[in-house]
Structures are given as C-alpha cells and as structure tokens.
C-alpha cells in the first residue's frame, strides 16, 4: 500500500486504499491503484459531489493506457532514443512504458497535482526516470512523440489533437470512447480488447480501444 496516495484518496473516498498491482495485459509494469475491493455504495450525496468535482483519474489504469503501454513496449522503435511527452498523464502508465522501452527523455503532463504525484510513485516503482509537469506550454524544446490516452472523453479536448500535430511530428492517441473518429492527419492503424484495472464492469465498446497515428 501507498500510505501517501491511500492519505488523499480517502480524504474523497473513505474507506478506499492504494495498492500495488501488477498489469495483467502490460507486464512487468505494476502501478498505484486503488483497491479491488474499494467502496461502491453508502456515500453521502456530499461525498458523491465531491468526487465529481476531483475525478480521480488516476486510480485508474484505463483500458486505452494499457494498450498503448504495452504497444511501447513490444514495439519500442516507436520511442527509443526520442523525447516523448505524454499528455493527460494519469497514473502515468504509457510515461513509464516509454521510458522503460528506451526514450531519451519522457515528460508526464497532467493539470492535476495528485496524478501528478501518483506518477512520480509509479514510476519510482518501476524504476522508470520522468519528469513531470502541469504546464504543456512550458516545456522547452523538441518533442519526437507525443502520446495520449483516454482524453477524447470530453469533445472540449478534440482541439489539443491539433495542437499536437503542431508541437511533433508524429502523435499516437489510445482511446476506447469515441467511434466513427475523423480527425485528419490521424488515422487508425491498430485495434485491441482491454479493460480498466480496477475493473469497472463496463460495456463492451469502452473495451475496445483503437489506436490512431498522425505522422
């Protein structure tokens, strides 16, 4: 257990905990998640808005971050020797993988402080080096890749896709939440079965995650 990570997911989930858990479809990487186990049922309609207002992404590995995790790392010509960012960050997982798959340099952006720090842990973890930042526009320099997961959720996120394409020359986006997705130069060019850990029981369309390429 990670009693600092556990400390600020039971200020919004009492009775929740932060456990270390080994991904079944991006192994050897192992990652901070909340538990198994953890509560569904009996939360104060304050503590439900609350979650609202500070989704916690982060406990989260979702379905796309594994994927595209474990794309880096049986195919990791994609990322060795580049500078990578890895945009929306979360738990940091396709950060970690980069790094582990051989990138010169990987930087994790995430506006959220805590996912922030959840990725640091994980990536201490796995023994991976990061460097982390809530500031996209402050990040000096080239970047060869940039690669997103699990952002598409919100259409107010869809003008980021053309930001990217700007900031690399190539971008790789994992997502299993929007369909009939057309959004030249990107095109589709893998497709796989996956699920969030914990598992979340959700339908078999947010399972299937497609992976898109521009560049």
């Given at each position: 257990?990670?009693?600092?990570l556990t400390k600020i997911v039971q200020n919004l989930l009492p009775g929740a905990r932060i456990e270390s858990q080994t991904l079944p479809q991006a192994e ?87 996912a922030l720090a959840a990725t640091s842990a994980n990536a201490e973890l796995n023994g991976a080096c990061i460097k982390v930042t809530d500031d996209y526009y ?78």
């Amino acid at each position: 257990m990670n009693p600092e990570l556990t400390k600020i997911v039971q200020n919004l989930l009492p009775g929740a905990r932060i456990e270390s858990q080994t991904l079944p479809q991006a192994e050897p990487l192992c990652l901070y998640l909340l538990n198994h186990d953890y509560p569904q049922q009996g939360l104060e309609p304050a503590q439900v808005q609350t979650l609202i207002n500070n989704p916690l992404y982060w406990v989260f590995c979702w379905a796309s971050g594994q994927v595209l995790a474990r794309l880096l790392l049986e195919q990791p010509q994609w990322v060795r020797d580049k500078r990578v960012l890895d945009f929306g960050c979360g738990s940091g997982v396709v950060a970690i993988a980069a790094a582990l798959a051989g990138a010169a340099e990987v930087i994790a952006c995430d506006i959220d402080p805590d996912a922030l720090a959840a990725t640091s842990a994980n990536a201490e973890l796995n023994g991976a080096c990061i460097k982390v930042t809530d500031d996209y526009y402050g990040i000096d320099g080239d970047i060869d890749l940039i690669v997103v997961a699990d952002v598409l959720y919100d259409k107010s996120n869809f003008p980021w896709l053309d930001r990217f394409v700007k900031r690399s020359p190539q971008v790789l986006v994992a997502d299993s939440r929007v369909k009939n997705f057309d959004y030249p130069p990107f095109r589709q060019i893998d497709r796989f079965q996956s699920c969030t850990l914990p598992d979340l029981d959700e339908s078999a369309e947010f399972r299937d995650v497609r992976i898109y390429l521009a560049g």
